[in-house]
């Protein structure tokens, strides 16, 4: 009896032994695999550092770009482009104008009727269409036919509040979102189109004369008075709200900025001077590339694998297109080297751009004592079930750190132009404010990514001159834009 006794004591030591031992190993595993994912953490967090030193060299490299982009074609990585633009609304414009946004798979209508100083805008209307996915890969004709028609049944609702004098053609803006080589006011070749549209016979061709080819055929009396982008469009409606309006960026699926030169300071521009002596430039920013760019392995996958490679580096940098984006990739590396949400990598975490950025927004203003926004976040769209608050803290740092390191290099790039029209320094000229229109839904609507853009500018700038820098939503500028700058330009 005894030694059976011993022997069961002997098998339950060494039972427990054996448990105790497991234990310990699983919890040197956890412990290594936590190990590894603080590591990645750390490291994503040190590439993405944006100290105030290194952001002030990334505007001296954006100014030094601009002068170069405006020096000469190709000059630079930065196109400046010539808009022809060099009569800014100034809030006299009267009559009745129309707008046509066409910027993705959704292009917009707009009729405003002016009132001048004191009338401002009286009243507007506008209509929107999505346009068919046949219709982005066939002919230029079928395309510019179906928004004549759209246009043509807009003009047709005119109601009694829109009053266009007898015999006067209608006047139209026309923000085009497209990379075109503009060679007038009023006239733009088509370089590449993007978004997912592929119309072959249209690239090379003068976007305006197609677009009035088609108004014509619907018999529309209608002229094309301005052709814009969004920032340039976005420039001219905040400069109309405000004088005091130099520059707009946009910051939104992209990014791009455009603002007010002089005109003496284009070496590239050939022509007499405009009567203002200004013009807008186009800066197509996102392109910008400096070796002062933190730039990380994931924004070089990024990069690697876009439609694009080795183009828009600040666009992939800081835009809403792939914030979500760069964020997936740092979770599936933790999924794969440090079994983050456990022993296998979940399957929708290895799906390209599954995690939008206003879901990454959302994980990031999640204010829940849980984090439940983030747990339910990861469970409906990467189908990852029972987070650990822990794990859901680490999700909301990386969401925090990417951010951050955006929106901080937009407040950069915005500074370099202030300090290419010499904005970045307090002057003499007393009262002098210096207004930035921005517009866009990642602005919009991700408040943390807003305001560290904006804490961030007056990080970079004295004091005496952060006071003079506003920043000024611009919503919807776009559009009213194009209307203000047919009514200027007509």
């Known amino acids: 009896m005894g030694k059976v006794v011993v022997c069961a004591t002997v098998v339950g030591a060494a039972t427990a032994c054996a448990v105790a031992a497991l234990l310990t190993r699983r919890w040197m595993t956890k412990s290594r695999r936590w190990g590894r994912a603080m590591a990645i953490l750390k490291e994503l967090e040190e590439k993405c550092a944006t100290p105030a030193e290194k952001l002030k060299q990334v505007a001296d490299a954006m100014a030094v770009e601009m002068q170069a982009g405006l020096s000469s074609e190709g000059g630079s990585k930065l196109k400046m482009l010539i808009s022809y633009v060099d009569n800014l609304p100034t809030g006299n414009e009267e009559g009745l104008f129309y707008a046509l946004d066409l910027g993705g798979t959704n292009f917009r209508v707009l009729r405003v009727q002016l009132g001048g100083k004191d009338g401002r805008i009286v009243s507007q209307e506008f209509a929107e269409a999505s346009i068919a996915p046949d219709l982005m890969v066939g002919t230029s004709k079928e395309l510019f036919d179906y928004i004549a028609t759209e246009l043509a049944k807009f003009v047709a609702q005119e109601g009694q509040d829109f009053q266009l004098p007898p015999g006067k053609k209608r006047q139209l803006g026309f923000t085009f979102s497209f990379p075109v080589m503009q060679t007038s006011i009023a006239s733009g070749n088509l370089i590449k189109w993007t978004k997912g549209f592929s119309i072959d016979d249209a690239v090379g061709k003068d976007v305006v004369a197609e677009l009035a080819s088609a108004i014509e055929r619907q018999g529309l009396n209608m002229s094309v008075a301005a052709l814009v982008n969004d920032t340039v469009g976005t420039l001219a409606g905040g400069r109309y709200d ?191 404010k210096s207004v930035i229109a921005v517009d866009g839904g990642l602005f919009e609507h991700y408040t943390e990514y807003r305001k560290c853009l904006e804490n961030t500018l007056k990080e970079l700038l004295d004091d005496s001159v952060s006071e003079s820098v506003i920043i000024e939503h611009s919503n919807d500028g776009s559009g009213i834009g194009a209307a203000l700058l047919a009514a200027s330009h007509s």
């Open 242 to 432: 405000n004088k005091d309006v130099i520059a707009a960026v946009i910051l939104g699926t992209g990014t791009n900025a455009a603002y007010v030169e002089r005109a003496k300071a284009i070496p590239k521009w050939h022509g007499p001077y405009p009567s203002s002596g200004e013009m807008v430039i186009n800066m197509e920013w996102g392109n910008f590339r400096a070796k002062e760019l933190p730039l990380t392995e994931y924004d070089k996958e990024v990069d690697a694998k876009s439609l694009n490679p080795g183009h828009q580096i600040f666009e992939k940098l800081v835009s809403g297109m792939y914030l979500g984006e760069i964020v997936r990739k740092v979770l599936c590396k933790m999924a794969e080297e440090a079994c983050f949400f456990g022993e296998t990598v979940p399957e929708q975490l290895k799906v390209p751009f599954i995690l939008r950025t206003p879901d990454m927004s959302a994980i990031h203003h999640d204010s829940s004592p849980d984090l439940s926004v983030v747990g339910s976040k990861l469970k409906d769209i990467l189908k990852i079930s029972h987070t650990s608050l822990d794990v859901r803290k680490v999700v909301v740092e990386i969401c925090n750190t990417v951010a951050t390191r955006g929106a901080r290099l937009s407040a950069a790039g915005i500074v370099g132009i202030l300090k290419k029209l010499a904005r970045d320094t307090a002057n003499d000229g007393e009262g002098q």
